[in-house]
């Protein structure tokens, strides 16, 4: 019989196995597992990438003698902010914390004003190669072909399109790391154990 008879130690061990099984949901959904939820390692891997083809194309652009987005350094800056954000949201998935998301929210809100400014610029370069791309239709630009202009509308137009795929996965981000950096207070779950019985023993 005293062999069925479970210690206080076996108890208080049973008690604190069940409260550990208890906490695993309660951490998971905390407010800031809801931004790790949504994988943005991955969507850091995708902006880096991003960020690199920014750079890359950027050096193009540098060497070309017509006015380019390189004018006011749009590939290098805006590539060094995708690979930014990129590398915090990869990091902050592995050890997230609160002050991460910070970090990561305030990046992309950063990242996101120099898109619209990179947008805004390179649409005013949409519309000097055409004008250029007449120029050299009619002879007035001998350095250039249609071919050379034609090349620099298609890396214009991928950087363009990068920026506003980039946009709305920073958008995305932005909105989820909101969210969870909303609920800040503390709550307070009381998990109610049943007391154990008290054996008796008769004398």
Sequence with gaps: MEGSESTPRER?????????????PLMSSKPLHR????????????????????????????????????KIYVPFWQGALFLVCGSLSIYTE??????MVTVCLAMYVV????????VGYRLYCFSSYNFIKYGVINGWHEDLTIDAV?????????????????????IFLSAVARLALRS????????????????????
């Design 12 to 24: 208080t061990t049973g008690q604190a196995g069940n409260q550990e099984a208890d906490l695993k």
């Design 35 to 70: 931004f790790i939820r949504k994988e943005p390692r991955i969507l850091g891997i995708v902006i880096v990438i991003f960020g690199c083809a920014e750079i890359l194309m950027g050096f193009q652009l540098a060497s070309e003698s017509v006015n380019t987005s390189c």
């Design 94 to 99: 592995v050890h997230p914390s609160k002050k």
């Design 111 to 118: 990242s996101l004003l120099g898109i619209i400014v990179s």
């Design 150 to 170: 034609d090349q620099l509308i298609g890396i214009e137009g991928i950087l363009f399109t990068s920026s506003l795929c980039v946009l709305v996965l920073l």
């Design 184 to 203: 800040t207070h503390t709550q307070v779950i009381v998990h109610c154990i049943p007391g154990a019985l008290s054996d008796t023993t008769s004398n």
